[in-house]
């Protein structure tokens, strides 16, 4: 095998510190099979931000980072629209992106084997969605952009420290469940008017989010379109009986639940945080469009 320069981002607190031995193991793995590593651990996500941007800057072979959908966020900002592969073992709580993909999640030994193997390849071609932000810098997603209630979910997931696992992000939604009440939003898809009120709304490149909920069962990570995903309004109690739903993904037979497809999306609302990947965006509106092929990926 030829010796690749691989960098290696590693998030020391992933899973809450749970995953904290699994990036010192795929350093020694790419080591062992005689790559030459540069491995990046800081004690915070910008630290360790700023120190990958100066390693690709250097443009290695290849970008690992090892963690959850946050470092996949960190890594498709990355190397997105560039020649670099990315490669991805999951050791975060929600790890959607990993499970798209068809990444081992919760045997990291697997999903390092599946990386090397992934090495000796040709990358996998899929799209990420590039996201425009009035007075912000572009930036990119590969899951799903959440801009509802599933944002002020993830909004109040990210600020609690229990439970430590995916189950935060069940606990965290029955408590926002407390004041649902649903927005008015103005969606234009490739030109055409949506004006809706709504829950719930995704804007998804991915099938799910939150640790597994199939919010878009049916969508591609390589079929140059964005699924956008609009829950009509819902009492708690109409919420409580869709919401088992979306584990299996049979939530979308619900009359109440529309799908449109489009590669280009502006989203409009008063007072609305959007999160991609389950990173804070910032205030709506925003531009999402679809760049096909734009991520090259170390997977099967």
């Not at 062992?32 to 004690?43: C, F, K």
Request: proline letters at 6%; glycine letters at 10%.
């Amino acid at each position: 095998m030829t010796a690749l320069r691989i960098v290696v981002a590693i998030n020391p607190t992933a899973s809450f510190g749970k995953g904290r031995a699994v990036g010192p193991a795929v350093v020694q793995s790419l080591r062992g099979a005689g790559h030459r590593v540069t491995a990046l651990s800081e004690p915070t996500m910008a630290d360790l931000h700023r120190e990958a941007e100066k390693a690709v800057a250097l443009a290695p072979d290849a970008l690992v980072v090892v963690g959850g959908d946050g470092m996949v966020s960190l890594g498709a900002n990355l190397v997105a629209g560039t020649r670099i592969p990315l490669g991805i073992v999951p050791s975060g709580t929600g790890n959607d992106v990993s499970r798209g993909l068809r990444i081992p999640i919760g045997d990291t030994d697997a999903a390092t084997d599946q990386l090397l193997s992934a090495l000796t390849r040709e990358p996998r071609v899929i799209d990420a969605a590039l996201i425009r932000h009035a007075g912000e810098p572009d930036r990119w997603y590969a899951g799903v952009l959440s801009a509802g209630f599933d944002a002020l979910v993830n909004e109040r997931a990210n600020l609690m420290r229990w439970p430590r696992g995916k189950s935060r992000y069940n606990v965290a939604l029955f408590r926002e469940l407390a004041t649902l009440k649903p927005t008015t939003y103005r969606l234009v898809l490739d030109g055409v008017e949506w004006n809706t009120a709504g829950t719930l709304v995704s804007i998804a490149n991915n099938t799910s989010f939150g640790g597994g909920m199939l919010i878009t069962p049916d969508a591609l990570l390589d079929d140059g379109l964005l699924d956008v995903c609009v829950v009509e309004p819902l009492s708690r109690i109409a919420f409580l009986g869709i919401f088992p739903r979306v584990f299996k993904g049979t939530h979308v037979t619900d009359p109440r639940v529309s799908i449109r497809r489009a590669k280009h999306v502006r989203i409009e609302a008063d007072g609305v945080v959007a999160y991609a990947d389950g990173e804070r965006v910032g205030q709506l509106p925003l531009e999402i469009e679809i760049v096909p092929g734009a991520l090259r990926i170390l997977s099967p």
